[in-house]
């Protein structure tokens, strides 16, 4: 895919330079205009470096340093300058007397500067708007390397060198195409060829925006001029539809490091379009940071944020770039967006975005990488458990005086303290993990919603068994497609829910069946969700006045409602599985994954809004220790994990051949799996 590249700026130092430059579209004004303003006298300069007050400044430093000569060509020089055209690229450059490099110096200290930025982009801005086609980059600003036509700023500002030629755009998937992106806005994806922290995502321009729904139907949507960005900024390129956002919740990051071997000493340049949502204020930032061969940091280059003021509180995007060189010695570069959350209203929806993304450097031979899954380390599982709970964060669990048996795992087995779910209400946290997306949906459907394909339906075809286990099913209970829905996703895919009755009774199980299922290794299934009912999930019960109350007053205080009863049932549940046949069989290879679909903010109101970060325990068996190169507790790790790391590694540990349980989305393909837990 086709990614534009932005020119660079020449500057005298590897420092990161920035210049911010709002887009104006549709404007156009005659010179005069400017003249008018008071500015006349800049239209009569010398040819000096492209920029009329670096002209006059030599000229009488040369005058203060002896150099009358130099003076006396003041008037020739105004002649030859000729007007506003003068900031073009290709104009002569003239000597620098003695104390040139100090005024440079200043000069490209104020265009850096904090203060420097936001004047610069104010009187940029309005030079574009009404003298477009000048040449010059504006009236205070740098001129850009390897392109022609675009010199430096009016009033001063260093012109750019045309001759110098560039790499290509050294980025993965600077535009996010390569993701699958959420439909509905509320969900985190995995963005290919970048590195992630929390629950980044990324949208379709022109998305409608809703509401995470806890009921059975989702929310109207609002009207478009309410929604995401409804059309790309200008000038990205064709089939470019898609941008990257901060996600439901939270500060969330991208990253991705750049190889530059041979490329130290060579100016480069890093441009994004920044934006953000209406009034919330969250916003974007892009940083770059190069590194030496033993790791240690040379220097960093920082684009401009795109704040709510700048944007005046309207939807959308604006420019921003920065040119230096590449510090000497440097062999690598990483490039970071982070979208900082700051939105104090209600949801708390991180409304940051980035799009078109641009790394070059000043060597035409390096090219970006090439785009790969990730390598997994995961091996071979005869059997994998998964234990879900629900609304609890990392924070609500870790250390709660009702939970001590889960803490004691946290001690004693696997744990990762970095793993997210990636959205709002429930349901759709369960459908990510058998589904590879959350198929746009943000309530809690009560019936078949999903017609794509689906984990179970690649597992029939491979032929690995499955089944869920279903604490809220009464023994000897005749399933119906309702059932199905009730606690564990399989329901929620049309390929179960409208599977035959023999079909689902095999497959919906109570969880009474548990214990005598788990008798025979060879016939218990290869994968076996285990689901607690509503009075043990952590999450409820609501069902009656009283439990109503505690909720409400949970919501309110400590957030502790229902841990103890999900911690005893965790208990019991474990020593089940651990106390079978098919756990303490040497020549299983078994593992146990325990985590919750969400954190105490299942509302969406923002109550110990946690960003998703969940708990993550996993329970090695000593075959997959011994025979598997699983970590044996007590292992703890930070390694970033999601839902969909989580979806890959179950894909990873039950493929029996090659081919079979094939990634279906780019949301799995390209999803971290869980390496950690293994040598």
């Not at 139907?217 to 929604?227: C, I, R, T």
């Not at 509180?313 to 604006?318: K, L, M």
């Not at 325990?594 to 105490?600: S, Y």
């Not at 890959?648 to 051949?657: H, M, S």
Request: charge should be negative.
């Amino acid at each position: 895919m086709a990614h534009r590249s932005f020119g660079k700026h020449k500057w005298a130092s590897w420092k990161g330079r920035a210049q911010r430059c709002r887009r104006v579209v549709g404007t156009t004004a005659a010179v005069s205009a400017f003249l008018a303003s008071g500015w006349a006298p800049l239209a009569c300069g010398p040819t000096a470096r492209a920029d009329v007050f670096d002209a006059v400044i030599d000229q009488v430093l040369d005058a203060i340093t002896g150099s009358w000569a130099g003076l006396a060509g003041v008037s020739g020089a105004v002649s030859e300058f000729g007007g506003l055209g003068g900031g073009a690229a290709g104009v002569g450059s003239m000597a620098a007397g003695p104390l040139n490099g100090w005024v440079q110096g200043l000069e490209q200290d104020w265009i850096n500067s904090g203060l420097g930025q936001q004047v610069d982009t104010v009187l940029n801005s309005w030079f574009t708007l009404v003298d477009p086609t000048s040449g010059a980059c504006g009236l205070i600003c740098n001129g850009t390397d390897g392109v022609d036509g675009v010199g430096g700023g009016l009033i001063f500002g260093d012109a750019g060198n045309s001759a110098q030629p560039m790499s290509q755009n050294l980025l993965v998937d600077p535009g996010f195409e390569m993701a699958d992106p959420s439909a509905s806005g509320y969900s985190g994806v995995t963005i290919p060829g970048w590195t992630e922290t929390g629950t980044p995502t990324v949208i379709a321009y022109g998305t409608l925006r809703g509401y995470p729904s806890p009921l059975s139907f989702p929310f109207p949507k609002l009207p478009a001029f309410l929604g995401f960005p409804q059309h790309a900024p200008a000038g990205t390129p064709a089939g470019d539809d898609v941008f990257a956002g901060g996600g439901p919740v939270a500060t969330s990051s991208i990253s991705q490091t750049v190889d530059l071997t041979g490329a130290a000493g060579t100016p480069y340049t890093l441009s994004a379009d920044l934006g953000g949502q209406g009034l919330n204020p969250s916003y974007a930032s892009v940083q770059v940071t190069f590194f030496g061969s033993n790791g240690n940091v040379l220097g960093t280059g920082s684009l401009s944020p795109v704040t709510v003021w700048d944007r005046l509180g309207i939807t959308g995007f604006e420019q921003r770039d920065i040119s230096g060189t590449v510090p000497e010695g440097t062999t690598s570069a990483q490039v970071t967006t982070i979208f900082h959350d700051e939105n104090p209203f209600l949801g708390n929806y991180n409304g940051a975005y980035a799009a078109n993304e641009s790394f070059t450097v000043g060597d035409p031979n390096l090219t970006a990488a090439t785009l790969t899954p990730p390598v997994s380390d995961v091996g071979h599982l005869d059997h994998v458990f998964l234990i879900y709970l629900e609304n609890k964060g990392v924070g609500d669990i870790v250390g709660s005086p009702n939970a001590p048996y889960i803490n004691n795992l946290i001690k004693t087995e696997d744990f990762d303290s970095n793993y997210f779910a990636l959205g709002h209400p429930s349901d759709p946290n369960y459908i990510r993990v058998m589904g590879g997306s959350g198929f746009g949906i943000d309530y809690n459907p009560d019936t078949d919603v999903v017609t794509a394909p689906s984990l179970m339906q690649e597992m029939d075809q491979a032929g690995i068994s499955w089944a869920g286990y279903e604490q809220g099913i009464a023994p000897g209970t005749v399933i119906t497609p309702q059932d199905s829905v009730e606690a564990t996703p399989f329901g929620l895919f049309t390929y179960v829910y409208d599977n035959t009755p023999a079909y689902l009774q095999e497959h919906i199980v109570p969880q009474a069946d548990l214990s005598s299922a788990l008798q025979n290794p060879s016939t218990f299934p290869s994968f076996a969700w285990v689901e607690p009912d509503e009075a043990n999930n952590m999450e409820g019960p609501v069902n009656t006045f009283g439990s109503a109350l505690q909720w409400l007053i949970s919501q309110l205080t400590t957030h502790q409602y229902n841990i103890a009863a999900g911690d005893q049932y965790l208990q019991q549940t474990i020593s089940t599985i651990e106390n079978s046949p098919t756990w303490t069989d040497p020549n299983e290879k078994d593992a146990i994954f325990i985590t919750w679909d969400e954190d105490f903010n299942n509302l969406s109101l923002g109550i110990d809004n946690q960003g998703n970060n969940v708990p993550l325990i996993v329970i090695p068996n000593q075959g997959a220790v011994t025979a598997g190169d699983m970590q044996a507790g007590p292992f703890t790790t930070d390694a970033y994990y999601n839902q969909y790391s989580l979806m890959a590694t179950i894909e990873d540990a039950l493929r029996t051949t090659p081919g079979t349980l094939a990634p279906l989305t780019a949301n799995d393909m390209y999803a971290p799996p869980m390496n950690a837990f293994w040598k």
